[in-house]
């Protein structure tokens, strides 16, 4: 896990003792879809919204393939989308999916090493709805600004900090 501007990271990988997912496939093994259900049932009780991401190693796919890591990547994280929404994550609580490929690896110098094929699930942050400070009329003399902040009184310069 790891904190990121836009919230905390959770990322499943795989190794060379356990996937997720079958060879080449999007399909969930049964590890992967355990490890997917405990996760949701912790992230649907919460009010974040989630971003689910897929990635791969750069083992590619035949040159003549019409199916490839782009492909693969954005199914399963769609993969991980369905198990985790229909084990508590709410349907309005998914906010993108993502597939990246072969494009951010976790180890760059090893390409093809199975830590990179992962899941990651970001849990974003709360956003603070200011609805009702825009309720609140402003104080006597003081007027707000598109980002709702506070500005100096007209024909008076803002105080410096």
């Given at each position: 896990?790891?904190?990121?501007?836009?919230?905390?990271?959770?990322?499943?990988?795989?190794?060379?003792?356990?996937?997720?997912?079958d060879?080449?496939?999007?399909?969930?093994?049964?590890?992967?879809?355990?490890?997917?259900?405990?996760?949701?049932?912790e992230?649907?009780?919460?009010?974040?919204?989630?971003s689910?991401?897929?990635?791969?190693?750069s083992?590619?796919?035949?040159?003549?393939?019409?199916?490839?890591?782009?492909?693969?990547?954005?199914?399963?994280?769609?993969?991980?989308?369905?198990?985790?929404?229909?084990?508590?994550?709410?349907?309005?609580?998914?906010?993108?999916?993502?597939?990246?490929?072969?494009q951010?690896?976790?180890?760059?110098?090893?390409?093809?090493?199975?830590?990179n094929?992962?899941?990651?699930?970001?849990?974003?942050?709360?956003?603070?709805?200011?609805?009702?400070?825009?309720?609140?009329?402003?104080?006597?003399?003081?007027?707000?600004?598109?980002?709702?902040?506070?500005?100096?009184?007209?024909?008076?310069?803002?105080?410096?900090?």
């Amino acid at each position: 896990m790891t904190v990121t501007t836009e919230g905390l990271r959770i990322e499943l990988s795989e190794s060379a003792s356990g996937t997720f997912f079958d060879s080449g496939s999007a399909r969930l093994n049964g590890d992967g879809s355990e490890m997917l259900i405990t996760l949701a049932q912790e992230l649907g009780s919460l009010p974040n919204k989630l971003s689910i991401e897929g990635h791969t190693d750069s083992t590619p796919y035949a040159p003549s393939a019409t199916y490839g890591n782009w492909e693969l990547s954005a199914d399963r994280a769609n993969a991980a989308r369905r198990v985790m929404q229909a084990h508590r994550v709410r349907a309005d609580q998914v906010r993108q999916i993502r597939g990246f490929a072969d494009q951010h690896l976790r180890k760059p110098d090893a390409p093809q090493d199975p830590a990179n094929r992962r899941i990651s699930v970001i849990v974003q942050y709360i956003v603070k709805n200011n609805d009702e400070e825009d309720a609140k009329p402003a104080a006597e003399g003081e007027q707000k600004n598109e980002a709702n902040k506070s500005i100096a009184p007209a024909g008076k310069p803002p105080a410096k900090d």
